[in-house]
């Protein structure tokens, strides 16, 4: 039996990390926000029916770049554990950030481990709170790193650019309008949108909703 | 939430929870069927365009009145009703699960179930419940709901087993369920306009509040009257206690 090379673990971390950001920097950009009803999300996603955001529980949503397949089973595995928990306990129980911890730990443990194949993908989950100080939004790395977004986050391969771009003039009290707009500035021309929110000022119990092609014209202000 | 790459792929909450968390399901027992309340009339009338359902606010425990005001009858989701008669514990879970089994299906597929669909999977949830059935704790639900694809509203009943059945125009359920079809066998006809077909349901609750001891009626001093809701192309809307008192007064007059 031949043994295998001994790798430094430094220089493991790093070889993993690359190969999780390449995978990553090729997919196109999310960008979630707060805006005066909510929080909005804008994808850049050429598919009407591949969605990069979706629906967790009655105020959270999720967004996710990188391969398609290994964010779909994030997104199951998310709604599994909220419906779970919901059904165990009660529906106020499902939170944002529990729902974020178990994908840093899942993120963080494929990362580590020496046999699974680090996820090439980056997450945002985002919570609607009773009050919009109370709205957070979390993105998750893809070795499971976890931060607390204060009021947007931008997720996938220009994300850097993004962020800078949208930081100058984001306010968190814009309409939902102006919001999609400077979400979507920096996004490459001509590619569709894909828009959803959660929105406080919904009657139901469920707050996720997408916004449709005809609204989201309206939207932008082209008829 | 699974710690390996991959997720067993159902979009079914019930075999998920049944797998990961059995504990969080509904079990079997085989004792204490007299312990527990038992819910009792439930109607479902069809009218032109949508179906209503109504239940009456009593559970009996043996010859005790349990509750004045349990609700049987509640929404599955935006398109369906579920009522449900027996024993009160065992179905409201179950109507728990159905909630969260048609969400989760929703959720994960993108896309509700069919209204066939739908009422496929409360039927296993119902055999599910076979052996505690055996036991003297059975639930029987009863299903109404707008079919999108047909558009016309339409009602389910099902026996113990889990076999379901579509009813055409109207249905009831539970201890006073024959009283109440045989009122609504002369009341309801199928060119019934929304409002008329509650009067209807409402009228055939009374009816078997007169002939049953475990079928509450209209509660005029309480202030406690029949939950109805109606499902439409519109969706399922609930009515106000104060609307289905007015309409409850109306059919008390016309008696």
Known sequence: MSLPFYVAPEQQMKD???FARKGISRGRSVVV???RDGIAFVAENPSHTLHKVSEIYDRIGFAAVGRYNEFEN???AGIQYADLRGYSYDRRDVTGRGLANQYAQQLGAAFSSGI?????????????????DQDQIFRIGFDGTIFDEPGFTVIG????TLHAAIGKSFAADADLGDA????????SDGVALEVAVLDRTRTQVRTFRRVGTVELNQLLGNH | MENSGTVELTSSFSHYAARVAPESLPKPTDTGAELAPHGTTIVAAAFTNGVVMAGDRRATMGNIIAQRDIEKV???DEYTIIGIAGVAGIAIELVRLFQ???QHYEKVEGLPLSLDGKANRLGALVRSNLSQAMAGLAVIPMLAGWDLQRQQGRIFSYDATGGRYEETGFHAIGSGAAFARGSLKKTHRPELGEEEAIAAAIRSLYDAADDDSATGGPDLARKIFPVVMSASHQGVRQLTSDQVAAITTRVLEML
């Open chain 1, 16 to 18: 993993r990390a690359e």
């Open chain 1, 33 to 35: 926000l707060r805006y």
């Open chain 1, 74 to 76: 994030l997104r199951i």
């Open chain 1, 116 to 132: 699974d194949k680090p996820f090439e993908v980056e997450l945002s989950v985002a919570e609607l709170g009773q009050t919009a």
């Open chain 1, 157 to 160: 391969g220009a994300a850097e």
């Open chain 1, 180 to 187: 999609v707009k400077l979400a979507s500035a920096g996004f």
């Open chain 2, 74 to 76: 509640f929404t599955a």
């Open chain 2, 100 to 102: 969260v089994e048609l």
